[in-house]
């Protein structure tokens, strides 16, 4: 029978979506509820969508840190996705591209799905646990089907989706929050899902020694937190490896910080709470007219940002995220990285004229004339004005944050680009999860022997810590390691007559340098 991933690929998709499902699946018993899953018998993989891994996190529990959930009576069944955390949008003023869908969306949203082809196997499998992306505003559990990842491995490995709290939901910070509630409450949640993962996997089939946490955009930014979490100590150990598909790292500046602090004080006098107690006030604001002011203030932010991020909180995140990469102390010391080739231009007016030193002040507002004068002469060689913008963004949020990754893990470590025109931030996410349809994905280069190489760099290293130990044939020449001294990368691209071509590239040393820059400006850009 052909492959899962070859039915999406073709124009056979319509086959690949009636297959046999047995709804009297499996029940795993998780000791505060029973969940019962659904199987694929086609595919040979159950899918338990919806299990709640945290008490709802509303009311008296709005903005703490999340905690175990009731015990729930009966058999529950996990046969749909869960609602979506409460969503936000993106600044540039436009609509929430998710309107479009008819999604369920609620602030009681702290569930995960697990897609197991061994349930109750006495051989546990690796486990990859899948944190989205969407600029920490956006996204859920329900875009992603881990069965395809699941059947892309063949069938070698467990995945976990997980769904964390978004937007001002799940990191609105200040002084206030650290006083009487937990910043960072998003991350938290990330954090207590890998917990439970921990604690419960193996019941699905997973091996809680063989977990690897891979996210896209702000969920590969999320593995970049976790890996530097509590200084590198947390406990137990919660994951073996990392992999980080375009690595978000917008500025996170300290709590209590000027920027921070001013996001807290708009919310809090948007939902009328001025007085003398206005976390607790905010406590009693309904859901609904909290996640009115949450899209109101990241559209009026800058274009292309998502004004809601991590911060530094002094606890679990101790220190800056560079800084924290610079101490040497981490979570892990094996990675895989990809970014796509044209990161920024997603997120810039392509048709607008821009002045690129105001253009870096607007982005990091703590820069001055000087830095970001500095900024625009790095970048005057790269072309016109858009070209410089689409670049400066790409590269200060995604590109270089990926290579301070590298830099500081000696490891097993390794580097890809998705190269496929025009390369934006998030083609390659439809090549991981084929049925994804968020924000209008497409499919860039609809060719199975590429698209089978590319994504058998991520399961494999996920299940042997090798991106080349493939657990399928694929047409990918080796992975080398990526250092400093020999900084080589997969490039993933195509001919101009439509054929793959896959081959090692060094990394750019003007690239390297600009990111240099960044770099020394981390504590001015919030890095």
């Known amino acids: 029978m052909a492959l899962f991933r070859d039915f999406v690929h073709t124009a056979l998709l319509f086959v690949a979506c009636i297959r046999a499902v047995d709804a009297s699946g499996p029940v795993v018993d998780l000791g505060y509820a029973r969940y019962q899953g659904v199987v694929d018998t086609t595919l040979d993989i159950t899918a338990f969508r919806g299990i709640r891994y945290a008490a709802a996190p509303t009311g008296p529990l709005r903005w703490h840190a999340p905690t175990p959930p009731h015990k729930i009576a009966g058999i529950q069944q996990a046969s749909d996705d869960p609602p979506l955390c409460l969503q936000g949008a993106e600044g540039t003023g436009q609509n929430n591209p998710l309107t479009a869908r008819d999604v369920q969306q609620s602030e009681d949203c702290l569930f995960l799905s697990v897609y197991s082809p061994v349930v109750n196997s006495t051989l546990p499998l690796p486990t990859i646990v899948w944190i989205h992306g969407g600029g920490y505003a956006l996204g859920g559990a329900g875009y992603y089907n881990g069965a395809e990842i699941v059947q892309e491995s063949n069938n070698q490995v467990v995945v976990v989706v997980l769904q964390y709290r978004l937007g001002l939901f799940g990191f609105l910070a200040g002084q206030e929050i650290k006083d009487n509630g937990a910043l960072n409450a998003g991350l938290l949640d990330q954090d207590f899902a890998l917990r439970w993962v921990n604690k419960n996997i193996r019941a699905f089939g997973g091996d809680p020694e063989k977990v690897t946490i891979w996210g896209q955009s702000a969920g590969a930014g999320s593995v970049l937190q976790h890996v530097v979490a509590r200084n590198g100590k947390t406990s137990p150990k919660l994951f073996r490896a990392a992999i980080t ?78 800084d924290a990469l610079s101490q040497g102390t981490l979570n892990t010391d094996i990675l895989l990285s990809v970014n796509n080739a044209n990161e920024g231009a997603l997120f810039i007016n392509q048709s607008a004229e821009y002045d690129v030193a105001q253009y870096v002040r607007n982005l990091f507002p703590l820069l001055g004339t000087k830095e970001s004068s500095a900024a625009a002469s790095l970048y005057e060689p ?124 060094n990394t750019s040393s003007a690239l390297l340098e600009r990111c240099e820059f960044w770099r020394s400006q981390r504590h001015l850009i919030g890095q």
């Open 382 to 505: 790269l072309g016109s004005s858009v070209d410089q913008v689409n670049a400066i963004l790409g590269e200060s949020t995604f590109v270089c944050p990926t290579y301070l990754l590298l830099n500081a893990l000696p490891g097993k470590v390794y580097k890809g680009e998705y190269a496929i025109p025009p390369a934006l931030h998030g083609d390659d996410t439809i090549n991981y999860f084929p049925t994804f349809d968020e924000f209008g994905s497409v499919l860039r280069f609809n060719h199975i022997a590429f698209i089978t190489a590319f994504t058998q760099g991520f399961v494999s290293f996920a299940a042997h810590l090798d991106p080349n130990a493939k657990l399928r044939p694929s047409i990918a020449p080796a992975w080398q390691r990526w250092s400093r001294d020999v900084p080589t990368e997969l490039v993933f691209n195509q001919t101009e007559s439509g054929a793959p071509h896959i081959a090692p590239s």
């Open 245 to 322: 598909s375009s690595t978000f790292l917008p500025s996170q500046y300290k709590y209590d910080g000027k920027i921070p602090s001013t996001l807290f004080n708009e919310v809090a006098s948007q939902a009328g709470c001025n007085g003398t107690r206005p976390l607790d006030c905010l406590r009693e604001v309904d859901s609904a007219t909290l996640a009115g002011i949450n899209t109101n203030i990241i559209l009026a932010g800058f274009a292309g940002t998502f004004t809601f991020s991590p911060v530094v909180d002094g606890s679990f995140i101790k220190q800056s995220p560079t």
